[in-house]
């Protein structure tokens, strides 16, 4: 038995004229605890749809989430999410929106507990000297590292990262992306992420799903990211198997561009419609 279970999800929308539009269809993963997975897709396949459906946030039209042996379909503490727009609370400082999360995640400790417990982790994302400064007075990956922080806080039976590097200059994405590879060396959560990006995939990842063109996703396959940890990202770039694996999964997006009717609707078209009405 897997950790986290994905069992045959699939996810239908409404559309405006009132049909329902399939986003993916029976999408069996399983992961086990500890492993780092990532999806990659093309917009439209339902990466995020499923993501929030593992968090809780969306439900799905079909099949069941299963962490822990149990069957999940609320938010919960044991899943924590971190997005690419940040959503961190613009009226907290560092140290308040990391500490809200650990004091709803522990909510018996004592208050002393509590603050070394915080200043730990503030630490080790890099962020000492900067614990009263608000969002607003922080670069976006500063933020974000604040975001992993938070999340890493908690300790999630499972942190989800939904393209969480997607709105920050590729400087500073790289050391980001290495500050996680680190904290995740030292915490073995596991980790379900969505990206674009194939480099990140493949630098971060246990194994990496393909997903095919929406509507009517599917998962096409597992590629196993072997490369031992701990990772230096300068090491593994040039590696004959680096090459390899990334430019399996660009033919497999290139063939399913070149599968998907240009016609067709997406999940992201419904999305944008829904946000359209509600706007109206």
């Not at 749809?49 to 039209?61: F, K």
């Not at 990211?225 to 430019?247: C, T, Y």
Request: proline share 4%; glycine share 6%.
């Amino acid at each position: 038995m897997a950790f986290l279970e994905v069992e045959y999800v699939s996810k239908y929308f409404s559309e405006p004229n009132g049909q329902q539009l399939c986003v993916f269809k029976d999408v069996r993963l399983h992961i086990q605890k500890s492993e780092f997975v990532t999806m990659v897709g093309h917009s439209g396949c339902g990466k995020s749809t499923l993501l929030n459906i593992i968090a809780g946030l969306e439900t799905s039209s079909k099949g069941a989430i299963i962490l822990d042996g149990k069957e999940i379909d609320t938010p919960g503490l044991d899943r924590m999410v971190v997005f690419q727009n940040f959503s961190l609370l613009p009226w907290m400082s560092v140290y308040e929106n990391i500490r809200l999360a650990v004091k709803a995640a522990f909510s018996e400790w004592q208050s002393h507990k509590i603050n070394d417990y915080v200043q730990r982790y503030i630490n080790m994302v890099g962020l000492a000297g900067s614990e009263h400064k608000k969002p607003a007075a922080l670069s976006g990956g500063m933020r974000q590292r604040v975001g992993l922080a938070r999340a890493f806080a908690v300790q999630p039976k499972v942190l989800l990262l939904d393209e969480p590097f997607a709105q920050i200059d590729a400087l500073t994405r790289g050391a980001i992306q290495d500050e996680l590879m680190r904290m995740w060396a030292a915490t073995q959560n596991t980790v379900f992420m969505v990206t674009h990006d194939v480099e990140e995939a493949i630098v971060l990842s246990d194994k990496i799903a393909l997903m095919t063109s929406g509507p009517s996703a599917k998962l096409a396959e597992i590629v196993e990211v072997k490369f031992p940890r701990p990772r230096l990202r300068e090491e593994i770039l040039d590696l004959a198997e680096f090459g390899r694996i990334k430019k399996h999964i660009i033919q497999f997006l290139k063939n399913c561009a070149h599968e998907q009717p240009a016609n067709d609707t997406t999940a992201d078209d419904v999305v944008g419609a829904r946000r359209v009405a509600a706007e109206a």
